[in-house]
């Protein structure tokens, strides 16, 4: 007789076999979601048998998956992130736990700067899953304008209802090539002083590609990776053409980058910037403030 501690226990066994360092949790999480059990629930019923010989299967099912490197979000259908659940779906970037750093500095830079929500734009480039621009409309409701581009129909789909779900309802995703859109990103930005720009965009070194775990670099789009000769591929393209908005400016960044970051901004004339580290002491946030008149920025440091 398998008890539901014994079927956990079993689940993390076989994850443990292929090197998985979160074997653990995952087991949990797979067997909370089979069962849809909460984890009061699942702490109630551990030595109790398991009668649903189905649902078991399905767990075991799950744990090959996992097994096979399939992500763990794709599997649950869903991935965590700051306080919401949001549906992710194959071929879509699965947004990582680090990126919450960069909702956590948009905040800071409207608090901070005393920015007014209702007179200020808001725009992302590359919005994925839609998390950053989501977390920020149920921050702000009444920002003047949301805008986030993509070029993925999946991810504009998965986006878009995400944001229906989570109640959302004032962001313009956009199914096109940002840099293809510029004119009309211009003619809204360029008429407005409060304007704030933010990006993940995709920044690891074309050569690195090949390194990466395997659930990553198989399953992850290329495009929401694939960051050029150094990785700062979109980083130029992106600099260039926004010296000439006024906002403030907001990226996550890559392990090693800070130094190109810095060079391609003096490059481009932007003297306000400062860098945040995460709570892990990496460098992992840059701001720009492209203010005129305005002096350097206050370090929004990880707290």
Known sequence: MT?????????????????????????????LDTFNFSQTKFLAKLKLT???????????????????????????????FRNNVYNIKPGVFIPRPETELLVEKITQVIHKNKLDPSETNFFEFGFGSG???IEVALAY?????????DKSKKAYKTAHENAQRLGAQN???????????????????????LNIFVSNPPYIPDSHIRDLQTEVKKHDPKAALKGG??????????????????????????????????????KYGYANFTFSDDYSGIPRVLLIQNLRGQQKPESLEAT
């Open 229 to 266: 000769d150094d990785g700062l591929k979109i980083y130029k393209r992106l600099f260039k053409l926004l010296k000439s908005v006024e906002g403030y400016f907001l990226f996550e960044f890559g392990i090693d980058q800070q130094e190109g970051l810095t060079q391609l901004l003096q």
């Open 171 to 193: 962001i313009n995703f956009i199914y096109k090539d940002f840099f293809k859109d510029w004119d009309f990103f211009k003619t809204i930005a360029q008429n407005e002083k």
């Open 131 to 133: 998390v950053i621009s």
């Open 50 to 80: 398991i009668t649903n010989k189905t649902r078991l299967n399905i767990f075991l099912s799950k744990i090959k998956q996992r097994q096979k490197k399939i992500p763990l979000a794709h599997i649950l259908g869903n991935v965590h």
């Open 141 to 149: 409701p009444h920002l003047k304008n949301m805008y986030a581009w």
């Open 3 to 31: 008890t539901y501690f014994d079927l956990y226990k079993k689940g993390e066994k076989l994850l443990l076999a292929t090197k998985n360092e979160e074997a653990a949790l995952e087991s949990k999480l797979l067997l």
